[in-house]
Every structure is written in C-alpha cells, then in structure tokens.
C-alpha cells in the first residue's frame, strides 16, 4: 500500500512538470546534448522488508553497472505521500542518475534495469524521469 502510495504522489508530481522537451538544448562547448535518466527504486520490497545495502550493491553491480559504465550516480532520498486513509507515509528510496549520449538507445538498457529489480525484489513501482541537459567532462 505504501508503495502504491509513494508512486501515486510522484506521478501526480510528474504531471506538474512542463511539457517533454523534445528539441535538444542549445549547450555551449565543450558541453554536448544529453539525456538525464532518473530512477527511483523504492526500498520496500513485496513482504514488506527491506532492501539491504548489501543487496542494492549486488543488483548495482549485476544490473546497472554493466550497462551503464560510463558512470553512474546514485543518492539516498526518501519518497513521502498520504495514503487514502489520509496517513503520511515514507519509503527509503534510492535515485539512480545516468546521463546518455547516445538516446534512444539507452532504453532497452533501462528497461532490463527496472525489470531486473522487480523480479529481484518484487517492486513494480520503479519511477523514471528523463530530460535533455548539456553535459561533458
């Protein structure tokens, strides 16, 4: 429930988002146009547990980092909403962050990464945000 809870509230932010940018930025070299994937994977798995740290190391390593190793960031944050019972709820969360160059091919990249934590975990309810950004080393 809680989960349902913390997906609802992002989507309902989502929607308040202005609309996709379609057109690549304008970005000043040596900055190039790119995609900013974020993912969040919510902690509590379908019994109600907890995802270790030791397990989000293992599906980071085993699912993510091979298909994205360019580089990755991830940051800890905490998802909240009200429940229909008008309760606050919380979940741990952790934010996944991927810049692509090379879009659309990340997505079946994406794909397999948020599939592969459902299957681990039984968490259906991986949020994903993108937006075009200029980026570069």
Sequence with gaps: MRRTAVAAALFALAACTPPLQTAAPACTAPLKPALEVDLYFGRETDTGREVSEAEWASFLNDEVT????????????????????????????????????????????????????????????????????????
């Design 66 to 137: 091979p298909r994205f190793s360019d580089g990755l960031s991830v940051l800890e944050v905490r998802g909240q909403s009200r429940n229909p019972q008008g309760r606050i709820e919380r979940e741990r969360t952790k934010l996944l962050v991927v810049v692509v160059f090379d879009a659309p091919a990340h997505r079946p990249k994406v794909q397999a990464i948020v599939e592969g934590y459902s299957r681990r975990y039984g968490q259906h309810n991986v949020f994903h945000v993108e937006h075009g950004v200029c980026a570069g080393l």
